[in-house]
């Protein structure tokens, strides 16, 4: 496989209040917050629209699960089927199956520490 990981996708973390941590950011440093935190756009190197989200989730969230982490990191991927498989040969353990919508793929593993990584093969026109 040529790249497995293309860039940051996003970050999501636990929080007590998502909503008044989202207004916090919001007042305090000029993000543009909606319902899921915030949706960063930028331009990759051959000039394609692209997107990177930051959210919080409530503290008790099953999302991050079987890891008990305060976060998760979500990358963005090419060709996540077949880079699901070839993880899979190498011995990283794939949590789940891989789950298709409008907007991309996503698949999720365990790094050595049990952080659990989201793996995402994004259609970024999905979002214009």
Same mark, same amino acid.
């Not at 989730?57 to 305060?70: Q, S």
């Given at each position: 496989?040529?790249?497995?990981v293309? !860039?940051?996708?996003?970050?999501?973390?636990?929080?007590?209040?998502?909503?008044?941590?989202?207004?916090?950011?919001?007042?305090?440093? !000029?993000?543009?917050?909606?319902?899921?935190?915030?949706?960063?756009?930028? =331009?990759?190197?051959? !000039?394609?629209?692209?997107?990177?989200?930051?959210?919080p989730?409530?503290?008790?969230?099953?999302?991050?699960?079987?890891?008990?982490?305060?976060f998760?990191?979500?990358?963005?991927?090419?060709?996540?089927?077949?880079?699901?498989?070839?993880? =899979?040969?190498?011995?990283?353990? *794939?949590?789940?199956?891989?789950?298709?919508?409008?907007? !991309?793929?996503?698949?999720?593993?365990?790094?050595?520490?049990?952080? =659990?990584?989201?793996?995402w093969e994004? *259609?970024?026109?999905?979002?214009?």
């Open positions: 496989m040529k790249n497995r293309t !860039g940051l996708g996003g970050f999501f973390f636990k929080t007590k209040d998502p909503d008044a941590i989202k207004k916090w950011y919001k007042l305090h440093l !000029g993000i543009p917050t909606d319902q899921y935190g915030w949706t960063f756009w930028w =331009k990759d190197k051959e !000039g394609n629209d692209c997107s990177t989200q930051w959210s989730f409530n503290d008790d969230t099953n999302y991050f699960a079987p890891c008990e982490k305060e998760m990191m979500n990358f963005r991927v090419e060709n996540l089927e077949e880079l699901l498989k070839v993880l =899979k040969e190498e011995g990283v353990t *794939v949590v789940g199956e891989m789950e298709t919508y409008d907007y !991309g793929k996503f698949g999720w593993i365990l790094d050595p520490e049990g952080n =659990k990584l989201e793996l994004p *259609v970024d026109k999905a979002f214009l």
